[in-house]
């Protein structure tokens, strides 16, 4: 975090009731969506295929829990 950031946070955030700093968090929320901006690092969110990985590993392992000759 920059120094700027921090020095604006206590100096002013800080000083904010609760509500105040939900309503600033959210005008700045809004603004970077209304912006579209980029700057969700979005490399560790999963595809469809990590998906279907480990939907795929979940069912084969739950099938060696639970084989079809026992009773559930």
Do not use: G, H
């Amino acid at each position: 975090m920059s120094t700027n950031v921090q020095e604006v946070y206590d100096r002013i955030v800080c000083n904010l009731s609760p509500t105040e700093r939900l309503q600033l968090a959210t005008l700045i929320l809004n603004d970077l969506v209304q912006k579209n901006l980029s700057i969700v690092d979005r490399s560790d969110t999963w595809t469809e295929q990590d998906k279907i990985d480990v939907t795929t590993f979940s069912l084969q392992y739950a099938a060696t829990l639970f084989p079809e000759s026992e009773e559930i």
